[in-house]
């Protein structure tokens, strides 16, 4: 059985940093792209970032290139998102999700999601 444990959200300022954390089990992580995912209230889930199983190809979402950064330690079947000046446009339940597949994706983004995480809120105030 997968399990996805999600930690470090929070209530912050803006231009403030956080890191999430997504750890995974029961499933052989080092064969999956992962990524971040976030949905505000009263909009769609949105893909945030992801990397590939090596690590070594990444995507950002327009909006928080520059800001972001997302890394995975397969030996520690662990991926995290480091998010610096953050904004209350930043503000969602942020989602760690396994792809299906060992490159990224860049069509039918949501489709390859095999599992996903419980969700960690981040709220940033203006």
């Known amino acids: 059985q997968v399990r996805i444990v999600e930690s470090g959200g929070d209530l912050v300022q803006t231009g403030d940093s956080l890191r999430l954390s997504c750890t995974v089990s029961?499933?052989?992580?080092?064969?999956?792209?992962m990524g971040w995912f976030r949905q505000a209230p009263g909009k769609e889930r949105e893909g945030v970032s992801c990397i590939s199983r090596t690590g070594d190809t990444r995507f950002y979402e327009d909006s928080v290139t520059e800001r972001f950064a997302t890394s995975r330690d397969n030996a520690k079947n662990s991926h995290v998102l480091e998010m610096d000046s953050l904004k209350p446009e930043d503000t969602a339940m942020y989602y760690c999700?396994?792809?299906?597949?060992?490159?990224?994706?860049?069509?039918?983004?949501?489709?390859?999601?095999?599992?996903w995480g419980q969700g960690t809120q981040v709220t940033v105030s203006s």
């Open positions: 029961g499933l052989a992580f080092d064969l999956y792209s």
């Open positions: 999700a396994v792809f299906g597949v060992p490159q990224c994706p860049t069509e039918n983004i949501e489709q390859l999601v095999i599992d």
